[in-house]
């Protein structure tokens, strides 16, 4: 029986809470996660829910991989703005954010990447549209999907910012 | 934001545990500790109001000691200060809430 497995698969970026729950489904059927390459997930054998999985939008930093090792979490990898960590479950929940303020905080964060990167296509668009190769469309296409990415986004952090108003 | 804002649960709590030096994972067992259970602080939520708080001043980060590689944090007296009012005004919301609902 072979005990790794690769299986490709593509997540849209407001899809990050499915993405993970698919890998805690696949570490609950023994599978964990070992490393990840862009639209490519390395899953190795584990013991049926020994590891619980957990994603988040990241710029790379020494200080905090460390910091979450630090608290029992193990670093698995990064793909483009993405830290994948996972925990055994036997050292007690899994969360990175306990709060409100801090899920909204994580949510600013990928929208404010989104936006950054759905502009520079907008504007490189628009000027490409103006250009003999006539291939615009693929960045303004790009800037159309960002966008909506970045609504979404936006959809999730309205809900909490209504919760926030009653609770912490 | 003007310091006279209530305190997060969060925060109160890092706070609390910062009295005498501690490192991440102990502020997490420290608060859980603490509240019995019911807070539970996580990694990604604590290490960004470290950070924070830092960066206000109310706490800080203690050098870093030879063969050891976990950041430690220790309450200023500006934290100690805040700390104290936010006491303060627990009680009084606290003391109001058992108040009235006693029917005085």
């Given at each position: 029986m072979e005990s790794r497995k690769t299986i490709r698969k593509w997540f849209w970026v407001w899809d990050f809470e499915k993405e993970e729950a698919w890998l805690n489904g696949m570490a609950q059927n023994g599978w964990v996660l070992e490393s990840v390459g862009f639209c490519s997930y390395h899953f190795v054998k584990c013991e049926p829910g020994e590891y619980s999985m957990r994603l988040e939008m990241h710029p790379y930093d020494e200080a905090y991989v460390q910091f979450m090792q630090d608290t029992g979490a193990e670093f698995v990898g990064r793909m483009m703005m993405w830290i994948y960590f996972r925990k055994k479950t036997a050292d007690g929940e899994f969360d990175l954010f306990s709060d409100i303020d801090s899920k909204i905080s994580h949510l600013d964060k990928i929208g404010k990447l989104l936006g950054i990167i759905g502009g520079a296509n907008l504007l490189i668009g628009i000027a490409n549209?103006?250009?003999?190769?006539?291939?615009?469309w693929i960045n303004l296409l790009c800037a159309t999907l960002l966008m909506y990415s970045l609504g979404r986004i936006h959809g999730k952090k309205e809900a909490l910012e209504k919760e926030r108003i009653l609770h912490e | 934001m003007p310091d006279s804002y209530a305190l997060t649960e969060s925060t109160y709590y890092i706070l609390l545990s910062l009295l005498s030096p501690q490192h991440g994972y102990g502020i997490m067992q420290q608060t859980e500790e603490m509240s019995r259970g019911r807070v539970r602080l996580a990694a990604g939520t604590l290490y960004g109001a470290l950070n924070t708080l830092c960066d206000k001043g109310w706490i800080i980060q203690l050098p870093v000691e030879d063969g050891s590689r976990r950041k430690e944090y220790k309450l200023t007296d500006k934290g100690k200060a805040i700390l104290t009012k936010e006491v303060a005004r627990l009680k009084e919301l606290a003391d109001n809430g058992e108040r009235i609902l006693k029917g005085e």
């Open positions: 549209t103006f250009s003999p190769a006539r291939l615009g | -």
